[in-house]
T-cell receptor, first 117, second 116 residues
Framework: AQKVTQAQTEISVVEKEDVTLDCVYE???????LFWYKQPPSGELVFLIR??????QNEISGRYSWNFQKSTSSFNFTITASQVVDSAVYFC??????????????FGRGTQLTVWP | KAGVTQTPRYLIKTRGQQVTLSCSPI?????VSWYQQTPGQGLQFLFE???????NKGNFPGRFSGRQFSNSRSEMNVSTLELGDSALYLC???????????????FGAGSRLTVL
């Protein structure tokens, strides 16, 4: 079974603070993909990053960085120097590499991030 | 290029009615997936279509159905609406080339259904 846990329901920070959103996943598949999506108030899920299970390199994109650790089944997301525009719900998701899971993402419950000016 | 378009954006129905939601994928995308988002259950997978065929289905009752047309546009239908069907219904499309996970899902803004 596939499962994604985002233990942090809500996080509030003040602008310019760094914030880390946690994601822990469970899967028995050896090949899988991990994603982070952002959902602003408009409702549309915006893709941020994809990682496959064989690529444990951390990635940095501007103020965003991701730390993937298979040993702890975690795929954490850090925003450096947060801004008010970062306020949104952030979802971590998992897709297993098998035919029966085509097009199916397993989402965590999301973390509501609020950045105060 | 245009994103995933969902219509209508908002609708209100009463219990027992049925509803049809529409999704136009990004041009060239052949796979369309549907998700239901509620405060209680979060984001849950409904079904996925590719070349007019349903390839995968989530754990929803038969009242939830969908289809895909030859131009890749998709519709989902919910019959005999219940209060618990109130949700944001999100559609996503992808190229569906290669291995699962190799294609990023692009989501629409959703159709917010309220059942009274």
């Amino acid at each position: 079974a596939q499962k994604v846990t985002q233990a942090q329901t809500e996080i509030s920070v003040v602008e310019k603070e760094d914030v880390t959103l946690d994601c822990v996943y469970e899967t028995r598949d050896t090949t899988y993909y991990l994603f982070w999506y952002k959902q602003p108030p408009s409702g549309e899920l915006v893709f941020l990053i994809r990682r496959n299970s064989f690529d444990e390199q951390n990635e940095i994109s501007g103020r965003y960085s991701w730390n993937f650790q298979k040993s702890t089944s975690s795929f954490n997301f850090t925003i450096t120097a947060s801004q008010v525009v970062d306020s949104a719900v952030y979802f971590c998701a998992l897709e297993a590499d098998r035919g029966s899971t085509l097009g199916r993402l397993y989402f965590g419950r999301g973390t509501q991030l609020t950045v105060w000016p | 290029k245009a994103g995933v378009t969902q219509t209508p954006r908002y609708l209100i129905k009463t219990r027992g009615q049925q509803v049809t939601l529409s999704c136009s994928p990004i041009s060239g995308h052949r796979s369309v997936s549907w998700y239901q988002q509620t405060p209680g259950q979060g984001l849950q997978f409904l079904f996925e279509y590719f070349s007019e065929t349903q390839r995968n289905k989530g754990n929803f009752p038969g009242r939830f159905s969908g289809r895909q047309f030859s131009n890749s546009r998709s519709e989902m239908n919910v019959s005999t609406l219940e209060l618990g069907d109130s949700a944001l219904y999100l559609c996503a499309s992808s190229l569906a080339i290669g291995r699962p996970g190799a294609n990023v899902l692009t989501f629409g803004a959703g159709s917010r259904l309220t059942v009274l």
